[in-house]
């Protein structure tokens, strides 16, 4: 027997036991998925007596239906909050680490490098334990419970992130293109809109994709920053005030929790293979 079949056959058992891991570890996290949609179509009774269960011929679409058309909470106005502060989040994000990640990826003082690790730290900070200093500084700014306070609040939490991934990759665009640039009489800014940026595109779109379901799937902050007074509810914020209300109303709650749900999650599945790409081609060049 070869030592190359001694091999194969030794690897065969791990190969299996990998892969059963792997099966049953995606059962296990498909289990809360499941449960949610289907409940999400199922009558009160049914959801109570067989929650795992479901018969073909009581599943409707009307739970979904008064889900989405209900007074009391408007979800397509939870969606639209939702994905406006998405946007502010990342477009003020990119306007204050662009700029920054590319001086400190550009110079060689120290300074600099001490900077890059201080906004580094942030990395390892809970964005829970940074809440309540957050409020007293917002309160002093007269910024608390409104979508600006917010906006400052979230963009804050993203730039540390957003620096790990930019300074790693300019730090890998030659600065042979920042001196032609430079010849060609291009300033700093000019070189970093038009020849920077352009490059930066993996990075940025990664940045986007992680703030996007960050933002997206956020509840403590929007719930302690805009608060029930404000009248502003995000996705997460308003299924946790619609459950709040008709908490023994299943038929309500889980659509309501479906419909949270169900946009960040094909967002995601479209986009994983960007966010792996991403992070994976920063740690290469960096």
Do not use: C
């Amino acid at each position: 027997m070869t030592s190359a079949r001694v091999e194969r056959r030794s690897m065969i058992p791990s190969r299996t036991l990998r892969l059963t891991f792997i099966v049953l570890a995606g059962l296990f996290m498909a289990v809360p998925i499941y449960l949610l949609v289907v409940n999400a179509f199922k009558p009160q009774a049914e959801i109570i007596s067989t929650p795992f269960g479901f018969d073909l011929a009581t599943l409707s679409f009307d739970y979904m239906a008064r889900a989405l058309t209900s007074t009391r909470f408007n979800v397509v106005a939870a969606y639209g909050v939702t994905i406006a502060l998405v946007i502010g989040v990342n477009i003020i994000s990119l306007i204050v680490s662009v700029p920054a990640a590319y001086v400190i990826a550009r110079s060689l003082k120290r300074r600099y490098r001490v900077l890059m690790l201080v906004l580094l730290a942030g990395l390892f900070i809970p964005g829970q334990a940074l809440i309540i200093p957050g409020i007293y500084v917002l309160k002093s700014l007269g910024l608390m419970g409104t979508i600006q306070g917010f906006l400052l609040f979230e963009t804050t939490l993203t730039i540390p992130v957003s620096i790990f991934l930019y300074v790693g990759y300019i730090q890998t665009i030659p600065r042979e293109l920042d001196e032609a640039a430079k010849i060609d009489g291009a300033g700093q800014l000019r070189t970093l809109l038009k020849v920077i940026v352009p490059l930066m595109k993996p990075a940025i779109a990664t940045a986007i994709v992680l703030h996007s379901i960050g933002v997206w799937s956020d509840f403590v902050h929007p719930q302690m920053i805009l608060g029930p007074a404000s009248g502003i509810y995000t996705v997460t914020t308003g299924v946790y005030a619609a459950i709040g209300q008709y908490t023994s109303d299943y038929t309500l709650v889980y659509p309501n929790l479906l419909l949270a749900v169900a946009p960040i999650l094909v967002f995601f599945i479209f986009m994983q293979r960007r966010i792996v790409g991403g992070l994976t081609s920063g740690a290469l060049k960096g």
